[in-house]
C-alpha cells in the first residue's frame, strides 16, 4: 500500500494506492475525485453519513436512461442522478463496457422520484418483460 497526500483544501487527505490497482491517470483527476467524494458525503465516518446520504438520494430525482451505440448492435440500460455528465462519461470511454462500443447516442429517458426507484426501473428493462417493451414502443430495434 502507498501513500499519497492530496492537497486541495485546509487539511491534506491521503490517497491510498494499491500496487495490483490502477492509478489514476493523473492527480489532479485523484483530487477531483475525492473533492466529490467528500461534497458527497463520502469523505465523512460512520452511519451519520451514510444515513444522510441515503435521505439525500430519497429526495433528489433520478433517470433511467437507454444508449444505442451508433457503431454495432449494442444498448446500454443505466440510472443516474446526473444524466448529462453520466453520457458524457459513456462517450468519453470512461465505463469499461461501454468505452468499447463509442459513440452512444440516447434514445430514450425517464425521470423518477429518486435513485431507488430509478434502479427498479432499470431492473425492469433489463428484464425480458422490459426488453419485449422497449421493442413494443419502437424504443430500441430488434
Keep these: 500500500m502507498i501513500i499519497h ?23 489532479r483527476q485523484a483530487n477531483q475525485r475525492a473533492r ?4 458527497a458525503g463520502r469523505g465523512g465516518s460512520a452511519s451519520a453519513s451514510r444515513r444522510a446520504r441515503r435521505v439525500a438520494q430519497n429526495k433528489m430525482t433520478a433517470y433511467v436512461y437507454i444508449l444505442k451505440s451508433e457503431k454495432v448492435a449494442k444498448t446500454y440500460v443505466g440510472s443516474t442522478s446526473d444524466l448529462d455528465r453520466r453520457v458524457y ?11 468499447r462500443y463509442m459513440p452512444w447516442k440516447l434514445v430514450y429517458s425517464e425521470e423518477c422520484e429518486n435513485i431507488a426507484l430509478a434502479r427498479e426501473r432499470e431492473h425492469y428493462f433489463k428484464s425480458t418483460a422490459g426488453r419485449r417493451f422497449l421493442r413494443k414502443n419502437n424504443i430500441i430495434p430488434r
Excluded: D, Y
Design 36 to 39: 466529490l467524494a467528500i461534497e
Design 89 to 99: 462519461e459513456h462517450n468519453s470511454g470512461l465505463s469499461t463496457f461501454t468505452k
Design 5 to 27: 497526500p492530496i492537497h486541495f483544501c485546509e487539511k491534506p487527505l491521503f490517497l491510498l494506492t494499491f500496487p495490483h490497482i490502477p492509478r489514476p491517470a493523473s492527480l
